[in-house]
């Protein structure tokens, strides 16, 4: 339920301001109030929605927003990265690589959701080899929010396979050990997905 109105909410079908009403909200996808009300609690502890005194309310992502969730993702996955390739045997790169190997075959059968699925899971991988339990369950707390956010932009590339492209550039790096090298192409790749929210954001 919070995945499908947080689809609405950051694909713009939800506009900034919206109130949302749990019975109309209930009526119109076909369940009880419950996961309704559960899934508007979420949503506001991710700042897309807020309370107010009338009801709750779609707040939805400013440019102010997607810099936060961007600022935040890389530095906590720029730290992963680095825990990750302090403690990783070359083993240990297999999840990541299949990841890599699944984005690829998405990409080119042209399957948005397989892809933005493989990329999350490519990711992920940074945070589990990092070792730092903390700070994985961050990113699983955020890790929705960028799930929505790769379906929508990447529903509006035509080509995936330059992004797949930058991954295997990130992983040949994280193998190598070069750690600077690492985080810069970290940086440049999220620098990339925050541009392009923001461009889909502006349609």
């Known amino acids: 339920m919070a995945h499908s109105l ?5 694909g713009g079908e939800l506009a900034s301001g919206t109130h949302l009403v749990e019975e109309s909200l209930a009526e119109q996808f076909g369940v009880s109030r419950g996961p309704i009300r559960d899934a508007l609690r979420v949503l506001e502890t991710e700042g897309l929605l807020e309370s107010r005194r009338r009801g709750v309310y779609v707040t939805g992502l400013t440019d102010a927003d997607v810099d936060e969730l961007y600022s935040l993702r890389e530095s906590m996955e720029s730290l992963a990265v680095r825990l990750a390739m302090r403690g990783a045997s070359e083993g240990d790169w297999a999840e990541a690589a299949e ?90 790749h999220l620098l990339g997905a925050r541009h392009r929210l923001r461009a889909a954001l502006h349609r």
């Open 99 to 188: 990841a890599l190997q699944g984005m690829r075959g998405a990409a080119e059968r042209g399957d948005v959701d397989a892809f933005s699925r493989a990329d999350l899971d490519f990711h992920s991988g940074f945070y589990r080899l990092s070792g730092h339990r903390r700070l994985g369950a961050v990113w699983e707390q955020y890790r929705p929010t960028f799930a929505v956010i790769l379906d929508v932009t990447n529903a509006r590339d035509r080509d995936l396979l330059p992004a797949v492209a930058a991954h295997a550039d990130l992983l040949t790096l994280a193998r190598s050990g070069d750690e600077d090298a690492a985080v810069a192409a970290l940086a440049d």
């Open 6 to 10: 947080r689809l609405l909410i950051i």
